[in-house]
């Protein structure tokens, strides 16, 4: 029975989680109830948590994790300064005219806030309020508007800069460390959050371009669900020239895109330099447009106080976690268990995917990413996984915990924005087949690992 021990572990924090408790008490509240018992009962060495005090001055000098309140910081500042609007206005006279026109902007548009904000819930909330009732009003279908808004604004969990991708970054880079010394190789080699910014590019972008294929089949086959819009009705007050319209929504995102992943991929920066140049460049976009008072300041650094706070709270509770989870044994277990799969590394993948994606459906990305990942990614990487390959597999599979019911967070996001009339389930049965999509995109990462490996091989190129 003592051996199952790391196993009722997690099983406890999960129920707690459950019921409604914090995750970082939940994390760390758990393990100090089970390390006292263990140690009482002589099942669990108090020397574990001895090293508690230099995890925890790891995470506070953490330099990739000093990013996090500088991308959350710039999301913040994007949103306040209506750019979305201006941004959605465009695009819906590019492409409103043509069956599913509406739907195709906005995909567009939340594919070029992904990439601004990297926030999933600010991308989800300024595009339900902005597009949903226009597309409604349009003749959409209920479902498929709010399908499409809720599957675009998880764009931001896996197009870069994306806080997922800094946060899993820095907790695949323990764990490849760890690997390699497990493997008895003293020199390890790293692994980047920049790694993770350029390996998920291209599989973002073939999301990107399914989602719009999907919206122009339903409207080729159904056009009463994504009815064209006249010209005239999409005319907005200003005279200028569509082209012009379109260059001045364009062109601020596009610099600050520029500005923030052009600076990582060319070598210039490092992530956490480009998050500083993002919100300096965010910022002085508010104040272009008129937006940047002292009260919107004042809400822009409380919200990022805020989440950075909740971070670094989790990151406190997995580290307390993760040494009582040692301390009993569970990275043993874990191993064995994968030892004994059929299938060899490929059958203990095919458990870690189902794993995290039916945990999708009850915890959030961030607990599964400090969670589960620590656990099972130095089991895998030490069978010989590429670390860039099995974090971008690991990235899209956390981004259908957003769209899972019942406690995916773009739901909850999209339902507290949405008129009245549309209806929760409506909003269930849109998001169904985006989950498809991005599951057949997993699919495809894993025939074609290249899909996510050769970018990175070619920018980071001796």
């Known amino acids: 029975m003592a051996e199952f021990l790391p196993l009722w572990l997690f099983a406890g924090v999960c129920v707690c989680l459950l019921f409604g408790y914090p995750v970082a008490f939940s994390l760390g509240g758990t393990a100090l109830i089970f390390a006292a018992f263990g140690s009482l009962f002589g099942t669990f060495d108090g020397v574990f948590l001895e090293a508690l005090p230099n995890r925890l001055f790891g995470i506070v000098r953490n330099e990739t994790l000093i990013a996090v309140p500088l991308f959350v910081l710039m999301g913040v500042l994007l949103e306040k300064s209506k750019l979305a609007e201006r941004l959605l206005e465009s695009m819906a006279m590019l492409f409103g005219t043509m069956r599913g026109g509406l739907g195709i902007s906005v995909i567009l548009v939340g594919m070029l806030l992904a990439a601004s904000t990297g926030i999933v819930g600010a991308t989800v909330v300024t595009m339900g309020m902005i597009s949903l009732p226009t597309m409604l009003r349009r003749g959409y279908d209920p ?6 808004i809720c599957a675009t604004g998880t764009l931001g969990q896996i197009i870069p800069p994306s806080i997922a991708l800094v946060l899993l970054g820095d907790v695949m880079s323990n764990a490849f460390q760890k ?9 390890p080699k790293t692994i980047s959050v920049g790694d993770l910014f350029v390996g998920a590019l291209i599989p973002g972008l073939i999301l990107v371009a399914f989602y719009i294929l999907y919206v122009i089949i339903v409207a080729w086959l159904q056009p009463h669900k994504a ?21 001045k929504g364009l062109l601020p995102p596009l610099i600050l895109i520029f500005a923030v992943l ?13 998050a500083g140049v993002g919100a300096l460049g965010a910022a002085l976009l508010a104040w272009a447009s008129g937006k940047l008072s002292l009260q919107t300041l004042k809400e822009a650094v409380y919200s990022t106080t805020k989440v950075t706070c909740m971070v670094f709270m989790i990151l406190i509770g997995a580290s307390l976690f993760s040494l009582v989870f040692r301390g009993f044994g569970g990275e043993e277990l874990i191993q064995d268990f994968f030892s ?4 060899g590394v490929v059958g203990a993948m095919i458990v870690v995917m189902l794993l995290m994606f039916f945990l999708g459906f009850i915890l959030d990305f961030i607990e599964i990413t400090f969670v589960v990942v620590p656990i099972v990614a130095p089991v895998l990487l030490a069978m010989g ?16 915990s957003f769209l899972t019911p019942p406690f995916g967070f773009a739901l909850f996001y999209l339902r507290g924005v949405a008129p009245p009339e549309v209806k929760t389930q409506s909003i269930y049965k849109g998001v169904l087949p985006f989950i498809i999509i991005q599951l057949v995109v ?21």
């Open 143 to 148: 479902a498929l508007a709010t399908g499409t």
């Open 179 to 187: 690997a390699q010394l497990e493997m008895g190789i003293f020199s």
């Open 227 to 247: 009815p064209a819009v006249p010209r005239e009705e999409l005319r907005s007050g200003s005279t200028e020239p569509l082209a012009l319209q379109l260059f």
């Open 262 to 274: 052009g600076s990582i991929l060319t070598g210039i920066a490092t992530p956490t330099e480009a």
């Open 340 to 343: 004994q799969l059929p299938g």
């Open 385 to 400: 996984l590429d670390p860039v390959w099995l974090g971008i597999m690991m990235a899209i599979n956390l981004q259908t």
């Open 442 to 462: 997993l699919l495809m990462l894993s025939i074609w690992p290249d899909l996510a490996t050769w970018l990175p091989e070619q920018v980071y190129a001796d």
